[in-house]
Nanobody, 123 residues
């Protein structure tokens, strides 16, 4: 069972950038599809973006498309979420999740989850 740990969250002003990392315990993390989700207070956990296994195609929610990118760092068994032009509405706890097979937008399809990292964007 793979274990995931997110890092890189924090407090940032609107318009700024943050990079979140999701580091895995499995050395073949490249074989997993990885999704990023977020949950704001009082709201459901929502899809942010996903990356297919072996750095295939990406998929992003419309709300972050053009501002967020996802990349792999296989040397570190990690997947990074680069967040640019941050907005106050991006404030949430960000989670990474992993699964074998293709990526999906459904959180129920991901069996492995990290503990989350807080991102707060001030106006």
């Amino acid at each position: 069972q793979v274990q995931l740990v997110e890092s890189g969250g924090g407090l940032i002003q609107a318009g700024g950038s943050l990079r979140l990392s999701c580091t895995a315990s499995d050395r073949v993390f490249a074989a997993y599809a990885v999704g990023w989700f977020r949950q704001a207070p009082g709201k459901d956990r929502e899809f942010v973006g996903a990356l297919r296994s072996n750095s295939g195609p990406r998929d992003f929610a419309d709300s972050v498309k053009g501002r967020f990118t996802i990349s792999r760092d296989n040397a570190k068994n990690a997947v990074n979420l680069q967040m640019d032009s941050l907005k106050p509405e991006d404030t949430a706890i960000y989670y990474c999740a992993a699964r074998f097979g293709g990526y999906t937008r459904s959180r129920d399809d991901y069996p492995y989850w990290g503990q989350g990292t807080q991102v707060t964007v001030s106006s």
